[in-house]
């Protein structure tokens, strides 16, 4: 086997994440999500290698040696992992904040957080990467203080919550707190003191709240926009493009998601509307064209 067609060892691939941090931003995005990946399928191959060899019965003698190797790989993998993992989630923290509701964020910034174990442990944000979600460049709403991903992008669309609405003196309604987040806008007033539809900060989907004595309710509104994602064929592979018009009349961007599969390709184009249209995330359905 000539050296171009062996497998980099993991000192190697772990080599190459530090010169994706020496690429200018517009390349280091894209090659440090394809590192990822890369990094993610040489994890799952040491995991079905050592899966494989526990599960030989009656193993030949230099399967110890085989099985030893797949373990080995699996951990260094596994290590390195958490190493991108740990750098993508203290990248979020100082670019985008994250750090729970009012602190750390905005720029500019000349100290870093203090961090210890229990921030790692109890991280939402850390725990959404380490299941290979992408973090979300602005931080979501909070729910006592910490992140809540699932009110903005999870499969409930109604919660019960505690709510307080913010008036401006006089008798004009600015505002609502929520789960003791402050920072929910009024959007629309429905019925005075009692229904709204509501955005945070300005960002990500629309909310009906109706407030109650008791208990009050959130509801998200469904998406406003619909969009299409154009399938393509070639060689047996498939990849995905974000088909996005464009306001002034010109022909619609095309936007290449780093794609195979059309639940990737859904959650890629989630992500680069909340890069480049943050008013409009979760606001926003796609339609699957599939090519012919």
């Given at each position: 086997?000539?050296?171009e ?5 993991a000192?190697?691939?772990?080599g190459?994440s ?9 390349d280091?995005e894209w090659v440090g999500?394809?590192f990822?990946?890369c990094?993610r ?7 079905l290698?050592?899966?494989s060899?526990?599960e030989e019965n ?8 085989a099985?030893?190797?797949a ?9 390195a992992?958490v ?7 203290l990248?979020?923290?100082?670019n985008?904040?994250?750090m729970?509701?009012g ?8 100290a870093f ?7 790692v442990?109890k ?5 959404r990467i380490r299941?290979?979600?992408r973090?979300l460049?602005?931080p979501?709403?909070?729910r006592?203080?910490l992140p809540?991903h699932d ?5 409930t669309e109604s ?9 401006d003196?006089n ?7 929520i ?10 007033e ?10 945070y900060r ?6 009906r709240?109706d407030v109650?004595?008791?208990f009050?309710?959130l509801?998200r509104?469904?998406p406003q926009?619909e969009?299409k994602?154009?399938v ?8 995905y ?5 464009l306001?002034n ?7 290449p998601l ?6 990737r390709?859904?959650?890629e ?8 249209h943050p008013?409009m995330?979760?606001?926003v359905c796609?339609?699957q064209?599939?090519?012919g």
């Open positions: 086997m000539d050296q067609s062996q497998p980099l060892d000192d190697e691939l772990l190459f530090e010169r994706i941090d020496r690429l200018p931003a517009e280091a999500r394809l990822q990946e990094m399928a040489r994890m799952r191959e040491a995991e290698l050592e899966s060899g526990e009656a193993p030949a003698p230099d399967k110890g040696s099985t030893n190797l373990t080995n790989l699996a951990t260094e993998a596994q290590l992992q190493a991108l993992d740990a750098a993508e989630w990248k979020t923290l100082w985008v904040g994250y729970g509701s602190s750390f964020p905005s720029q500019p910034r000349t957080p203090k961090i210890d174990l229990e921030d442990l991280s939402s944000l850390f725990a299941e290979g979600k973090p460049p602005f979501p709403p909070t006592n203080s809540w009110l903005i992008e999870g499969p919660h019960v919550v505690h709510a307080e609405l913010i008036d003196g008798n004009e309604t600015i505002g609502a707190i789960e003791g987040c402050p920072d929910w806008h009024i959007i629309e429905i019925s005075k003191g009692s229904e709204y539809v509501i955005q300005g960002k990500g989907p629309l909310f709240l109650n004595p008791f009050s309710t509801l509104e469904p926009w969009r994602i154009r393509q064929e070639r060689a047996g592979m498939r990849s493009i974000l088909i996005w018009p306001d009349g010109a022909t619609a961007q095309e936007v780093p794609a195979v599969t059309w639940e390709a859904e959650s184009a989630a992500y680069w509307v909340a890069m480049n008013e995330y979760g606001r796609f339609e064209v599939m090519p």
